[in-house]
T-cell receptor
Framework: SAVISQKPSRDICQRGTSLTIQCQVD?????MFWYRQQPGQSLTLIAT?????????ESGFVIDKFPISRPNLTFSTLTVSNMSPEDSSIYLC?????????????FGSGTRLTVV | AQTVTQSQPEMSVQEAETVTLSCTYD???????LFWYKQPPSRQMILVIR??????QNATENRFSVNFQKAAKSFSLKISDSQLGDTAMYFC????????????????FGQGTILTVHP
């Protein structure tokens, strides 16, 4: 299955600033997914990133707040823009773990973001 | 839209004992996949076990097994011979099968169950 390197692992940021999170995969993947996990909560999908096209955002998430880049089949970034304390969460990227149907998904190790 | 419900916010078990975590889901789909993920304090999401809805046989991975009841839309996880390293948050997840059998669908997660294994 794929191996994902996610950076940074954690950061403390000032409100009003932006943070870019990177995910590098050791193999080519069609889709990459970005999730948010608020403190003590479950994972919520932010958007799906497909190489060569704009990301598809879920209800409640907008491109201006969470711009995503997907320049090639092994890399993606998520930016959290104009941050407020409500953005304090764990952000995780994910890719399909293996080819074929329902193989399960592999996750990055997550980025713990604290906005002060 | 699919929903996944985990009705047990917290569970605890003694080391070497067996524990069952509950999960129910609601969907109108016939082809889908179900997963259990484990998230220890390191926050790394780890796939524990997966089940294809079209398979009647319950999935098993070493000490982990599921009881998949498609008609009841129930998907419980049984952990046998619990170990201290099993202490984690466990998430049940649903994914609709995309046409052609590919898995490029999005995961819908339950609220999670915190499992604590006591020595």
């Amino acid at each position: 299955s794929a191996v994902i390197s996610q950076k940074p692992s954690r950061d403390i940021c000032q409100r009003g600033t932006s943070l870019t999170i990177q995910c590098q995969v050791d193999s080519q993947v069609t889709m990459m997914f970005w999730y948010r996990q608020q403190p003590g909560q479950s994972l919520t999908l932010i958007a799906t990133a497909n190489q060569g096209s704009e990301a598809t955002y879920e209800s409640g998430f907008v491109i201006d707040k969470f711009p995503i880049s997907r320049p090639n089949l092994t890399f993606s970034t998520l930016t959290v823009s104009n941050m407020s304390p409500e953005d304090s969460s764990i952000y995780l990227c994910s890719v399909e773990g293996m080819t074929g149907g329902g193989g399960g998904y592999t996750f990055g190790s997550g980025t713990r973001l604290t906005v002060v | 839209a699919q929903t996944v419900t985990q009705s047990q916010p917290e569970m605890s078990v003694q080391e070497a004992e067996t524990v069952t975590l509950s999960c129910t889901y609601d969907t109108s789909e016939n082809n889908y996949y179900l997963f259990w993920y484990k998230q220890p304090p390191s926050r790394q999401m780890i796939l524990v076990i997966r089940q294809e809805a079209y398979k009647q046989q319950n999935a098993t991975e070493n000490r982990f097994s599921v009881n998949f009841q498609k008609a009841a839309k129930s998907f419980s996880l049984k952990i046998s011979d619990s170990q201290l390293g099993d202490t984690a948050m466990y998430f049940c997840a649903f994914m609709k099968a995309v046409s052609g059998g590919t898995s490029y669908g999005k995961l819908t997660f339950g609220q999670g169950t915190i499992l604590t294994v006591h020595p």
